[in-house]
């Protein structure tokens, strides 16, 4: 008999676009497909399209001895991990919170699945396929709409008590504009695309996008440089709070916002060397390389990591 080959399928659950990626044993892709999220279809809708891409991806080429042996889901909001649900998200999608999503994929593939927050996926992707594979223990920062954190310790995700760990993002000391999330002075004020394209409409009442502020910043529009070197220095303290509390190696920062990572580096890099943390030693400080796959081969890797812990 010929020996099965194993896969595993990890799913990234966008607002507005769903990717699936099947990687082998070694975590490497073999095969991926994206499809537009019908965010607000509801939960069936939701992962039928995902399941619809599976399916083809699994009919289209694989051996016939191939199986499925886990899948794995990263998705915005906040997850509960050992329900296999979302609980709380967005309104940009309907009918997502709450719905059994690791039910539902178990009944339909018999394969044991695994339900992650979409930044603690992307971190899991560039730590064991990425920018981070080697080290330990690092912080992953994502800059778009809003910024996300997680925090990979003692070689695996660490989520603390209600998985939530490594939220630098809405930490406060860091100003004292409005956040998204009720508050005042967080991360995310200064370093998320949403802000930055704010602060440049305060400066100017000009509405430009991050990627338009980049390109502005980069011929030599002062206020939009400016407004880049506040947020790479925003980041720069959050890097020094995580260093301090936790003697992490690599930060990996993903997301839209890290396109203008030519503004983006040098200023966080000149902060760290103004202030260098206590240790003496500043973490690399490197950029996903996993580009848009990163939170999908993530979730693949988590369902590799669970199985394989489960023989
Ligand atoms: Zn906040």
């Known amino acids: 008999m010929t020996p099965t080959r194993e896969v595993f399928a990890g799913i990234d659950v966008g607002g507005t676009t769903t990717q699936v990626v099947l990687v082998d044993e070694q975590l490497h892709p073999i095969a991926h497909a994206t499809t537009r999220t019908p965010a607000l279809e509801g939960g069936d809708a939701?992962?039928?399209?995902?399941?619809?891409?599976?399916?083809?991806?699994?009919?289209?080429?694989?051996?016939?001895?191939?199986?499925?042996?886990?899948?794995?889901?990263?998705?915005?909001?906040?997850?509960?991990?050992?329900?296999?649900?979302?609980?709380?998200v967005s309104d940009s999608f309907a009918g997502w919170?709450?719905?059994?999503?690791r039910g539902t994929l178990q009944a339909r593939y018999g394969a044991p699945t695994t339900v992650a927050n979409?930044?603690?996926?992307?971190?899991?992707?560039?730590?064991?396929?990425?920018?981070?594979?080697?080290?330990?223990?690092?912080?992953?920062i994502t800059l778009g709409t809003g910024v996300g954190g997680a925090l990979w310790l003692d070689g695996r995700l660490f989520g603390g008590a209600h998985g939530a760990a490594g939220e630098i993002g809405h930490t406060p000391g860091f100003g004292s504009l409005p956040c998204t999330c009720g508050e005042r002075g967080h991360l995310e004020t200064l370093?998320?695309?949403?802000s930055i394209s704010g602060l440049y409409l305060?400066?100017?009442?000009?509405?430009?996008?991050?990627?338009?502020?980049?390109?502005?910043?980069a011929d030599g529009d002062a206020v939009a440089?400016?407004?880049?070197?506040?947020?790479?220095?925003?980041?720069a303290r959050a890097i020094l709070i995580a260093t301090a509390l936790l003697d992490i190696e690599t930060v990996v920062i993903g997301g839209g916002v890290s396109n203008a990572w030519p503004l983006l580096h040098p200023a966080i890099a000149e902060h760290l060397e103004t202030e260098p943390p206590v240790r003496g030693t500043a973490p690399s400080i490197v950029r996903g390389t996993l580009g848009d796959s990163a939170v999908a081969q993530g979730a693949a890797a988590l369902s590799f990591a669970v199985e394989r812990a489960r023989q």
């Open 225 to 235: 440089e400016r407004i880049f070197r506040v947020a790479g220095e925003g980041v």
């Open 46 to 88: 939701i992962v039928g399209a995902a399941s619809a891409l599976i399916d083809r991806l699994l009919a289209d080429g694989l051996p016939v001895e191939t199986a499925l042996a886990g899948i794995g889901m990263g998705t915005a909001g906040v997850v509960d991990t050992a329900n296999g649900r979302i609980t709380v």
């Open 97 to 101: 919170a709450g719905f059994d999503i």
């Open 191 to 194: 370093a998320a695309g949403r």
């Open 118 to 140: 979409d930044v603690n996926a992307f971190l899991a992707g560039e730590m064991t396929a990425g920018a981070g594979r080697g080290a330990q223990n690092a912080l992953g």
């Open 202 to 217: 305060s400066a100017t009442g000009l509405v430009r996008t991050p990627a338009e502020l980049s390109e502005l910043a």
